[in-house]
DNA sequence: CGTCACTTTGATGCTGATCAAAAATGGTGG
DNA sequence: CCACCATTTTTGATCAGCATCAAAGTGACG
């Protein structure tokens, strides 16, 4: 990979803590490479070859069975995915594709094994990485089982407005039909939940979403840190 | 914790490969401990203080919001519970409480995060459960979009018959009212889906389930590695 | 042998899926 | 810039799956 971007993978907290010589090493065997939107990066079966982090643009990790297909996840800047296939050496369990217009870091499965047990500091944050994905996929689980799909989207759109620093809306990072994917529910269901929440003061303008009374909104959605808050 | 033990832990997968006098300072800071069915061990929202381990009985892994509540795992001998949170040093995700009578081991969260970063075999230990642990919650979230209950349910005893190396049946380890909360069903429901599968060779009687039809049985369910499988 | 919790069965209703089609949107080439 | 096409989104009608409510049946245990 070009010696140009190197500054800023190593800033990332994956490889902040790193030796620097060991750094270096990851590095020579990784790619940084961009790639179109919807292009299929890896596919539910595969052995684990690499480990990708999304440095720009989005994910969409997705799972089939059976004829059917499932998003369990978004992923954005800067966060690492299928990482507990690589450190197993196992099949990875979930396909990805991109979202938009990405860049992705790919490390070499064998590399990062082999690093872990040369440099502690770096298992140190893979440990702390790995940990983190766990929770997600815990929260994410409670939220499906525990939750309406209403009561999803409500969640979704405030956690959303609050990861774009905003309170009174969001921009949707993906198309109507893809969210409904990841929400657990049909795009039909989408639409006329949406129409639901104008009760509830949203309004829908494409992408754009208003919130005019965040508070009834809120009370609808009855967010809690042990499912909604961003941080592990 | 009584010396008489030791042995029986040392084996353990997460302790079996790191330093002797390591294991012999975590496990004198740790309880063996026993407890009576449906005792409450955990809360979500407390602090990690302990990394549990189950040694013998079982464990309801549960998440709660709103009034509603849900099991999220069950977890029997020998594995690990709240890996995650110890590790980041954060608030349980899960609620736990005790299955059936159990022997739990109780190592201190501060313990754990230290001895990683002294011993790099007990590290690399706990990335291999922890890798664990996040694939079979993948594992359930796929399980829980992509099926429906009677698919979940038809799954479950196919992969609990395999669990108990038969393969004309199993013995259901927990109340059929606990079971559908694991399942994502109601009680009434669970009943009506043992129902449906009679029509697929299913017979039940109590807590006995007999297959007079596991090749129906396996059509209906369409098991698949990246759900289904057992190993990591 | 009575009590209590679990389980089953039945009736009914809600949530969300499916099917169908219209409307809106966005990208493309003339 | 506009017309055209493909795709996405919305709307409407209907249906299936599952939950809820109610009540009866079953079994374990003091």
């Known amino acids: 990979m070009r010696t140009a971007d190197l500054p800023e ?20 065997g990784s790619f940084l490479q961009r790639f179109p939107p919807q292009v299929d990066l ?17 994910v969409e990790l997705f799972g089939t069975w059976n004829g059917r ?15 507990a296939a690589v450190l197993r ?5 979930m396909s990805a594709r991109t979202l938009e217009k990405s860049r992705l870091l ?10 872990m047990d040369r440099d502690p500091a770096f298992a140190r944050s893979i440990v702390h990485e790995l940990s983190c994905r766990y ?10 089982k525990l939750r309406s799909s209403i009561e999803r989207l409500a969640n979704f759109l405030l956690r959303e ?11 949707l990072q993906v198309d109507k039909k893809t969210l409904a994917q990841r929400l657990g529910m049909t795009p039909e269901n989408l639409s006329r939940a949406f129409g639901t929440l104008q009760e509830y003061g949203v309004t829908v303008d494409g992408r754009d979403i208003t919130f005019s009374d ?9 967010p809690v840190a042990h499912i909604d808050d961003p941080d592990c």
């Not at 800033?11 to 590095?27: G, R």
């Open 89 to 93: 050496d196992a099949e990875y369990l």
């Open 106 to 115: 790919m490390v070499p499965a064998e590399l990062i094994r082999s690093m």
């Open 135 to 144: 929770r997600a996929v815990v929260k994410s689980l409670k939220d499906n």
């Open 69 to 83: 297909e499932t998003t369990l996840e978004f992923v954005y800047p800067v966060a690492t995915f299928i990482l």
């Open 9 to 28: 993978v190593r800033q990332l907290s994956l490889f902040s803590d790193m030796d620097e010589a060991n750094f270096a090493e990851l590095m020579q």
């Open 42 to 58: 890896i596919h539910e079966g595969d052995p684990a070859d690499f480990l990708y982090i999304v440095i720009e643009g989005g």
């Open 161 to 171: 407005s609050r990861h774009q620093d905003r309170h009174d809306g969001l921009l």
């Open 214 to 222: 965040i508070k009834a909104l809120t009370i609808l959605a009855k």
